[in-house]
């Protein structure tokens, strides 16, 4: 059964693409890949980019995109998709160039942005730098865990679990039921590939400006996340939630908010899934410690 190996990329909108070029490499230590009046392409390994930013009032991410792990199954799934029912669009060669692959669909997201399906990625460069020399260690973590995770924000909890369970065909990986105030709980769902990293798209259904809660990005070294805090709180980058510690992906980590507005997690240490010993929990906390949020942030 053909099923997504990763998340590969996304692409998001910005009213401001140097805000998010000074961004990009001089706090987070990304390569400038490609850049003109209207994109800015990230970099972050061998891959063409990871994170593409297009011009766009409404600040949000726009598309994520997902391999799979050859041609043959890309077809299997497509065709799957549409069995279910699934609108799939076969995108244009030139969509096709642009995003570095070979043959690209898409489909509608029930939150408002499209999800992207591809198997074979072009331009890719395994002698140029993966990342800038202000990372200590040896860069970020993707190769087949892909870019990271995503957290889009549900509309509707029911119809969106539903939709990255059975039409995406994620794995569900746990939960996370924290009671906030009395009767009130904050309610998160994980979900992973075939590839194993412990989440690369999570859903809760929540008050929220932005269907992109946040990004995740995770770094071969620990100390890359101290140092990337160190670099964001001297830039005066607003920091959203301090470091700290999840207890289901046991990802150190640290969120500050990016030039678009939404959030970008930068981790370290995060689980990988061995689906033959795994059993999912349902956590009480969302983080066991740290993570405290910085008041000047709320809803801003
Ligand atoms: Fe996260």
């Not at 693409?17 to 850049?35: A, Q, V």
């Not at 860069?139 to 870019?147: A, I, M, P, Y």
């Not at 809660?213 to 070294?221: R, S, Y």
Request: include cysteine; charge should be negative; aromatic fraction near 10%.
């Amino acid at each position: 059964m053909a099923e997504l190996h990763c998340l590969s990329y996304i692409i998001a909108t910005a009213k401001s693409l140097p805000e998010w070029e000074s961004f990009g490499r001089d706090i987070i230590g990304m390569i400038i890949n490609d850049k003109n009046d209207n994109s800015i392409s990230l970099k972050m390994d061998a891959e063409p980019w990871r994170i593409k930013i297009e011009i766009g009032d409404h600040e949000d991410m726009t598309h994520a995109g997902w391999k799979l792990s050859s041609e043959a199954e890309l077809i299997e799934y497509i065709n799957n998709l549409k069995a279910k029912g699934v609108e799939v669009t076969k995108e244009s060669d030139e969509t096709a160039k642009s995003r570095a692959v070979k043959t690209l669909y898409s489909i509608a997201d029930p939150n408002g942005y499209r999800h992207e399906f591809y198997a074979e990625r072009t331009n890719i460069d395994n002698s140029s730098p993966t990342h800038s020399t202000i990372i200590r260690g040896k860069g970020f973590k993707t190769e087949d865990l892909g870019l990271g995770h995503i957290l889009p924000v549900a509309k509707n909890y029911q119809e969106s679990l539903d939709f990255y369970k059975n039409t995406l065909g994620l794995r569900y990986s746990d939960r996370i039921i924290q009671e906030i105030a009395p009767g009130i709980n904050a309610d998160a769902t994980f979900f992973h590939t075939k590839t194993g990293r412990h989440h690369s798209l999570a859903t809760g259904q929540f008050p929220s400006p932005k269907v992109l809660n946040h990004l995740m990005i995770e770094f071969q070294d620990m100390d890359d996340v101290g140092v990337a805090y160190d670099r964001a709180t001297k830039a005066n980058v607003p920091i959203v939630l301090e470091l700290g510690h999840h207890p289901n992906d046991k990802m150190f980590s640290f969120y500050m908010r990016t030039p678009s507005g939404f959030g970008i997690e930068l981790g370290y240490g995060g689980l990988v899934i061995d689906e033959k010993n795994w059993a999912p929990q349902v956590y009480p906390v969302m983080s066991d410690w740290g993570h405290k949020r910085n008041m000047n942030m709320i809803e801003k």
